[in-house]
């Protein structure tokens, strides 16, 4: 909340001593708000991304175990191996 408040009244000093146009004011603004806008987006995206490296990790760890365990057996089953 206080953020919000603070946030509110730079941007109201900032349109009162601005040394540009009103328009330009608020091209930037728009410009700022759209920044401001991107930020969440951008936090979910590396989370996103963080995720599927570990999804990917954990996958590639249990596809290695399974292949063990399945050669294992085979070595035991079908050769006779007594020592797997």
Known sequence: MKFLLGF???IGLGMIFAPESGA???RKLRE???DLARIPEEKMQAAADALEQKAGDLGSRIGRQAAQAAVENVRK??????TA
Do not use: N, Y
């Open 24 to 26: 330009e004011t608020r």
């Open 77 to 82: 089953d079908v050769l006779g191996d007594k």
């Open 8 to 10: 509110g009244i730079g």
């Open 32 to 34: 700022s708000f759209a």
